[in-house]
């Protein structure tokens, strides 16, 4: 992507000029489009290097203080391994995991929330963040896995969206049909958005991936993903039907 853009900034420069020949661009205009050129192909990757580091940086500091000295290769090394923080918080996310699935995790884990249950601020933090992770992290689930197309705000006006699972409690009674949970996100930040619910009919469910879809989002449309073989298939043809004048027309 980095590659196509900086090569359409370079070919950018060149205009008709008198007698329909190709004019060069200045040098200044050229020195622009270089130095635009390459800020878009050195800022994704500076920018991702960055926060890997500041990440990285950050586990290993923490994880320096868990590791006993005599087990630390710094103590050992004239130079710091990276990434030993990572390795250390997958080993301990691993045994607290195996811990709490056990007989005696189980009840430290249901006396720890009857604790939380007891505070009204707490309380509520938890059980939504509880319920978050639950639903986003379950092998079952097929939350925020697919990205549809739907008329919102009004009809004629559609907007990308990702659905969060088939509507379920009190609302799915209150409909007749089959309704999903579709999400709406906000450009550029997709973490901001609205819940809406949909009929299954109504939407237009897209082939590609959800990372895709969240770079169409943020871009505002700039970064386009590339189409899947074959047209779409959804709502929309059935749905594009002659306006009255043309039908009294014919």
């Known amino acids: 992507m980095s590659e196509n853009l900086g090569r359409r900034l370079l070919q950018g420069g060149e205009g008709p000029g008198e007698g329909g020949a190709v004019k060069p661009p200045s040098l200044i205009a050229r020195?622009?489009?270089?130095?635009?050129?390459?800020?878009?192909?050195?800022?994704?990757?500076?920018?991702?290097?960055?926060?890997?580091?500041?990440?990285?940086?950050?586990?290993?500091t923490t994880a320096s203080r868990l590791i006993p000295a005599r087990y630390d290769p710094a103590n050992y090394l004239p130079f710091g391994v990276p990434g030993i923080g990572i390795i250390v918080m997958l080993v301990l996310l691993t045994f607290i995991g195996w811990f709490a699935a056990g007989f005696v995790g189980r009840s430290l884990m249901r006396m720890g929330e009857r604790v939380l249950d007891a505070m009204p601020v707490v309380r509520s933090i938890y059980s939504a963040l509880k319920q978050l992770f639950e639903t986003v992290l379950a092998e079952s689930s097929r939350s925020f896995r697919e990205v549809v197309m739907i008329e919102w705000p009004r009809r004629g006006v559609w907007v990308v969206g990702f659905v969060t699972g088939p509507t379920k409690g009190e609302i799915a009674t209150r409909f007749d049909g089959e309704f999903v949970n579709v999400f709406v996100p906000t450009t550029p930040n997709p973490t901001s958005g609205f819940l809406?619910?949909?009929?299954?009919?109504?939407?237009?469910?897209?082939?590609?991936?959800?990372?895709?879809?969240?770079?169409?989002?943020?871009?505002?449309?700039?970064?386009?993903?590339?189409?899947?073989?074959?047209?779409?298939?959804?709502?929309?043809?059935?749905?594009?039907?002659?306006?009255?004048?043309?039908?009294?027309?014919?």
């Open 196 to 250: 809406v619910f949909v009929p299954a009919r109504d939407i237009i469910r897209l082939d590609m991936p959800v990372e895709d879809g969240v770079k169409l989002v943020i871009s505002g449309g700039i970064v386009v993903p590339p189409m899947s073989v074959g047209p779409p298939a959804g709502p929309i043809a059935a749905q594009t039907q002659p306006a009255p004048s043309e039908s009294k027309a014919s």
């Open 31 to 60: 020195l622009r489009t270089y130095l635009f050129a390459g800020i878009v192909v050195t800022a994704p990757v500076s920018i991702t290097f960055f926060i890997v580091w500041q990440i990285l940086e950050f586990l290993d």
